[in-house]
């Protein structure tokens, strides 16, 4: 059964952009069925969630201010504890889907590749 790779209809010009990279690397595995697909969908959704709170760290600052009644308050912008996450959960389905750079793999006991 021929598996369809093509990313979601409706989706963003964004996930497509991250699907169409990523999707390469995984495709012709002997081993990649259709259930993969919604890890895989779930990966995608998390680099352009990424990129979206990157963009507001960036634009509004690590840290936010405010003028209070007792004073000046300095919180961390919960965009950036937010993008933390989502960086944590980018690792974890890049490495459930084995999509991990070859030149990490030595680090965990494993056979050790150089970059091509």
Avoid at 58 to 87: C, F, H, W
Wanted: aromatic content about 8%; glycine content about 6%.
């Amino acid at each position: 059964m021929k598996i369809d790779i093509k990313p979601p209809k409706g989706s963003s010009p964004e996930f497509r952009h991250y699907w169409n990279l990523l999707i390469v690397d995984i495709k012709d595995r002997p081993n990649f069925c259709s259930s993969h697909l919604m890890q895989f969908k779930v990966l995608v959704d998390s680099y352009v969630e990424y990129d979206e709170l990157l963009g507001l760290v960036k634009e509004e600052g690590r840290t936010l201010i405010s003028q209070t009644s007792q004073g000046i308050n300095v919180k961390a912008n919960p965009n950036l504890t937010q993008l933390n996450r989502t960086i944590a959960h980018i690792k974890d389905y890049s490495k459930m889907l084995e999509l991990t750079l070859a030149k990490d793999q030595g680090m965990n006991g494993e056979d050790e590749e150089e970059w091509s």
